[in-house]
T-cell receptor, first 117, second 116 residues
Framework: DTGVSQNPRHKITKRGQNVTFRCDPI?????LYWYRQTLGQGPEFLTY????????KSRLLSDRFSAERPKGSFSTLEIQRTEQGDSAMYLCASSLARDKDPGNTIYFGEGSWLTVV | AQTVTQSQPEMSVQEAETVTLSCTYDTSENNYYLFWYKQPPSRQMILVIR??????QNATENRFSVNFQKAAKSFSLKISDSQLGDTAMYFC?????????????FGTGTRLKVLA
């Protein structure tokens, strides 16, 4: 069990460029989440997948943001036409769904820092 | 909509002492889960403790315990025998127990510093 892995860990990009982050969840975890965290704030929910299906998206997720989990394993989060307000840490988390335990514990990765200049 | 409030942006405690972090939440749900997560300077968040709302007994994990007051919608974290490694941001989180949604709502966090 190597934990949730995210890359790149840091990305500096110019405004208007596209960026993509990758998340590899803990193996066997069927749920995968993306959160965004800015300085001084707690993580804000963006979206989550159960296997390959994207089941919920936050209104924070504008049309410039897209997330995929094509084979139900790793996931990518792409931000198109980046804006300075997109600067944040993007956290990925995963969990194992158990019908008898809906309050499943989620395990976070170390996050991917995005700086838009 | 659910909200989670942590009213203490920063706290400090002497090593080996006890400290309590506050958390209040607002919800109309009756069944839900509450969590405390720790985010050390390395930034990876890890679960400290969790409480199921339908359980009256307060959760305990070694030096960490909670005081869950459902009627008051309060969920405080007590850290006993504080250690230098407890220095971190602590986030309180809420998740409603309803099928089809597994979204965590986090508070803004409390920065805890344990002093030698």
């Amino acid at each position: 069990d190597t934990g949730v892995s995210q890359n790149p860990r840091h990305k500096i990009t110019k405004r208007g460029q596209n960026v993509t982050f990758r998340c590899d969840p803990i193996s066997e975890h069927n749920r995968l989440y993306w959160y965004r965290q800015t300085l001084g704030q707690g993580p804000e929910f963006l979206t989550y997948f159960q296997n390959e299906a994207q089941l919920e998206k936050s209104r924070l997720l504008s049309d410039r943001f897209s997330a995929e989990r094509p084979k139900g394993s790793f996931s990518t989060l792409e931000i198109q036409r980046t804006e300075q307000g997109d600067s944040a840490m993007y956290l990925c988390a995963s969990s194992l769904a158990r019908d008898k335990d809906p309050g499943n514990t989620i395990y976070f990765g170390e996050g991917s820092w995005l700086t838009v200049v | 909509a659910q909200t989670v409030t942590q009213s203490q942006p920063e706290m400090s405690v002497q090593e080996a002492e006890t400290v309590t972090l506050s958390c209040t939440y607002d919800t109309s749900e009756n069944n839900y889960y509450l969590f405390w997560y720790k985010q050390p300077p390395s930034r990876q968040m890890i679960l400290v403790i969790r409480q199921e709302a339908y359980k009256q007994q307060n959760a305990t994990e070694n030096r960490f315990s909670v005081n869950f007051q459902k009627a008051a919608k309060s969920f405080s974290l007590k850290i006993s025998d504080s250690q230098l490694g407890d220095t971190a941001m602590y986030f309180c989180a809420f998740m409603k127990r309803a099928s089809g949604t597994y979204k965590y709502i986090f508070g803004t966090g409390t920065r805890l510093k344990v002093l030698a």
